[in-house]
């Protein structure tokens, strides 16, 4: 019977055709944050179960049992990559955002005879912010805590925040748009002392910085497959053995009674596969688009005047870049570069269609004016030098162009 039990990890993408198929390579892409392409790797390890190996997991026949044994060899790798032993401790759901609701609700409503204040932060993804708000409006109580200007949490707020009847804390690992990471340490170091929850979301951060749900004392993680070059809409909820959650998805007793629905288990063999080559790849790949990072945000602030990087003094993820410039509309400048072939996001809208300035640079202090002239530039496995070197070639002609276009008074 076939069994994924991590599969075999051979070095480079074979052929580098990855990098090298004109379709990807005609763009440059810096948008990682946003969502990254399979790995050739990765849909190599998935096609059995998209072809022969299709059979359901809950089935009792040979094609389940196969199905069963794929699931149960991805469930084990995501558990030991997060640092624990016990696979039960991994629940497979369709997003990032299914697992940040299925933490805040699911945990919400399963302790609420305990208490019903949750504590979270200002700057969370909006899965955590709406899964909040609809909690509040069933009287739950929510305290955001603020952030300061280079996007930090300020570990004394946190313990003046906790009351009697805090259930949970849910602070990010790492900021989408800034990059910044919070401190989890510190952070699992108060939760268990006051015998309070704690879940963070890790979908920026997970297999890019060293991450150990043990020594964290983390009890809700989630992840998802698609910013590590898995496919998209699988992901994963860590929950530590013994914590209880009221299931969002009813129907069926799969992932133990804690989501129904059929697994989906081609991706869930990709999450798994990508989530272990990231874990091998880590320690190169983290030095290397750390490096090119830094050239970009060094060659920028040397070439365009009134250009600044947001969180720089704080602790960040290695390839994410936030830059405000005096003086021109991100949007229109992410436009102009996506002209130029070069994929960016503009930092006031954290969702394609938003309109809403950044609520994250907002928390940090910024004004409207500054950002709404942010771009957010995130590199990865697909970044080369000669990228960040056409990008330093480029934005300082667009940013004097879009400036002399600018009205006086904005
Ligand atoms: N949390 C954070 C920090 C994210 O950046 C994202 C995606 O952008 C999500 C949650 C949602 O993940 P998904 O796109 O898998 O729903």
Redesign the pocket.
Known sequence: MRRYEGGEVRGPPRGGHFYRDPKVRSHIYLDH???TPVDPRVREAMQPYLETAFGNPSAAHGLGREAKAALEGARETVAGLLGTADKDEVVFV???????NLAIAGAGLAYQERGRHIITSAV??P??LEACAALEDGGFSVTYLPVSGQGMLDLDELRRAVRPDTILVSL?H???ETGTLFPLGEVGAITKERGILFHT?A??SFGKVPLHVRHLNIDLL?L????IYGP??V?TLYVRRGVRLRPLLRGGEQERGRRGGTENVPAIVGLAHAARIMFLEMPGEGERIRKLRDRLEAGVLARIEGGAVNAQQSPRLPHTSSLTFDGIEAQTLAAALDLEGIAVSAGSA??VGSLQPSHVLRAMGLNLEQVEGTIRFSLGRLTREGDIDRVLEILPHLVTRLRAKAPLTR
């Open positions: 944050n946003a969502t369709s997003s990032g955002t299914e697992a940040d969370e993804h899965a955590i990010m790492a900021n989408n979301d979908v920026q989630s998802s497959a698609h910013k998209k809409g992901a954290c969702h």
